[in-house]
């Protein structure tokens, strides 16, 4: 019986993007299997073409064939992170231009700088993404006031975002100086840091992030990147 795939993790499995960005291009029609646009759910079988745009990315049996790659980028201010230009920025695809097709492991917003993760490993970006493993993120943040104790204790304890709906999980957060903090989070809500800081009356300056489960931006030079052993991140 031939193996089947689903779409989503074919394409992530070949190195061509996450799952989830598999799923945005399955949605707005992109994704063809064979001579069919793919729907959602979708699977391919070994041999069958998938064109992403007209482009052939391969056949099932390929996805085999992918060695593991893991960058640790240190990404500037202004630059976005996604595998499209819709936002007319400079994306880190481009910036890094690796040779290989490698794609962000979760996201740091266009304002925010600092270490953010590449691979071409779907199955490694759902694993580190995923809330649900409390992995740890490092950031150090500066703020337009003074830091106080009231302003620490509510930042650690948790607290509710009403644009989200959700409330965020208690965290460890210590004074740098009189404007900045460390914060380490075990989740990745949209704009989680900023949304917080505005919640306690605090507007961010400056984000950035300097860890990501053991691995620290460390001097990684800006718009620069290493490679680094994916054992790290089992």
Request: charged share 35%; glycine share 8%.
């Amino acid at each position: 019986m031939e193996e089947e795939i689903r779409i989503n993790k074919y394409l992530s499995s070949m190195g061509y993007c996450s799952r989830r960005e598999a799923d945005r291009l399955v949605e707005a029609g992109l994704v063809n299997i064979g001579d069919r646009v793919a729907m959602p759910g979708d699977k391919v079988t070994e041999g069958v073409k998938v064109t992403v745009g007209g482009k052939l990315i391969g056949e099932a049996k390929d996805t085999k064939k992918i060695k593991r790659v893991v960058l640790a980028v240190n990404k500037p201010r202004g630059v976005v992170c996604t595998t499209t230009d819709n936002d007319r920025a400079p994306t880190i695809v481009d910036m890094v231009d690796y040779p290989e097709r490698v794609y962000p492991i979760g996201r740091l917003d266009k304002d925010s700088e600092g270490l953010i993760l590449m691979t071409n490993d779907g199955d490694l970006v759902n694993r580190v993404s995923k809330a649900s493993n409390y992995h740890e993120k490092e950031y150090e943040v500066e703020v337009d006031r003074v830091i106080t104790e009231p302003f620490l204790r509510k930042m650690r304890g948790g607290m509710y975002l009403k644009d989200l709906d959700r409330s965020t999980r208690p965290c460890e957060v210590h004074r740098l100086t009189a404007y900045s903090f460390s914060i380490v989070l075990t989740q990745g809500l949209n704009r989680q840091i900023r949304r917080m800081c505005e919640e306690c009356g605090f507007k961010v300056t400056k984000l950035k992030r300097v860890r990501i489960m053991s691995i620290r931006l460390g001097s990684i030079k800006e718009g620069k990147w290493k490679k680094i052993d994916p054992e790290w991140l089992n």
